[in-house]
T-cell receptor, first 118, second 112 residues
Framework: EAGVTQFPSHSVIEKGQTVTLRCDPI?????LYWYRRVMGKEIKFLLH????????ESGMPNNRFLAERTGGTYSTLKVQPAELEDSGVYFC????????????????FGAGSRLTVL | KQEVTQIPAALSVPEGENLVLNCSFT??????LQWFRQDPGKGLTSLLL?????REQTSGRLNASLDKSSGRSTLYIAASQPGDSATYLC???????????FGKGTKLSVIP
């Protein structure tokens, strides 16, 4: 079974430019999450999709960040325009559909996309 | 708001030692707690998941415990090996939420 794939693995851009990160979840996983780790800080939640619907985007830092999951398969996270503080590692994770009130929900994480804004 | 703390930030032990990694959380209304391992340049690998109704989970040389009343979880690694060297992260999921709240991790080095 293929894991969660993220692209690119590393992106270096100038402040003000646009970057789009892509995540391909495990086939059949309805839940897709984006997390971010900035240097020296803990990994933090950004948002959660169930299929193509945004279930929770409370962790998105501001309106420069736009996440989409058209068709409920892969997802993109666009940062426009990028700022210095956006530098960090962006992780995508996916899991099978479950109900919060029952069952476990083991997440499979991708290797992350490292973003460096100069 | 849930906060997760991991102490120590780094740990170095000789091969063969048993060791314990600590994780504390502030909100006892936790749905489950997961321990992950991260190798350099790699993603997070889920090691153990403990539901709020459970006290511990075991997988091979790993044993994780959960004490909601004290807000603590521990990951016990028996007979450590150099291949266990990695960063270990704990993350709590709140009741009624899909969000994981992570600690900063403990970087473990097992010296041959």
């Amino acid at each position: 079974e293929a894991g969660v794939t993220q692209f690119p693995s590393h992106s270096v851009i100038e402040k003000g430019q646009t970057v789009t990160l892509r995540c391909d979840p495990i086939s059949g996983h309805d839940n897709l999450y984006w997390y971010r780790r900035v240097m020296g800080k803990e990994i933090k939640f950004l948002l959660h999709f169930v299929k193509e619907s945004k279930q929770d985007e409370s962790g998105m830092p501001n309106n420069r960040f736009l996440a989409e999951r058209t068709g409920g398969t892969y997802s993109t996270l666009k940062v426009q325009p990028a700022e210095l503080e956006d530098s960090g590692v962006y992780f995508c994770a996916s899991s099978l559909r479950d109900r919060v009130t029952s069952g476990a929900n083991v997440l499979t994480f991708g290797a992350g996309s490292r973003l460096t804004v100069l | 708001k849930q906060e997760v703390t991991q102490i120590p930030a780094a740990l170095s032990v000789p091969e063969g030692e048993n060791l314990v990694l600590n994780c504390s959380f502030t909100d006892s209304a936790i749905y489950n707690l997961q321990w992950f391992r991260q190798d350099p340049g790699k993603g997070l690998t889920s090691l153990l998941l403990i539901q709020s109704s459970q006290r511990e989970q075991t997988s091979g040389r790993l044993n994780a415990s959960l004490d909601k009343s004290s807000g603590r979880s521990t990951l016990y690694i028996a007979a450590s090996q150099p291949g266990d060297s990695a960063t270990y992260l704990c993350a709590g999921r709140g009741a009624g939420s899909y969000q994981l709240t992570f600690g900063k991790g403990t970087k473990l080095s097992v010296i041959p």
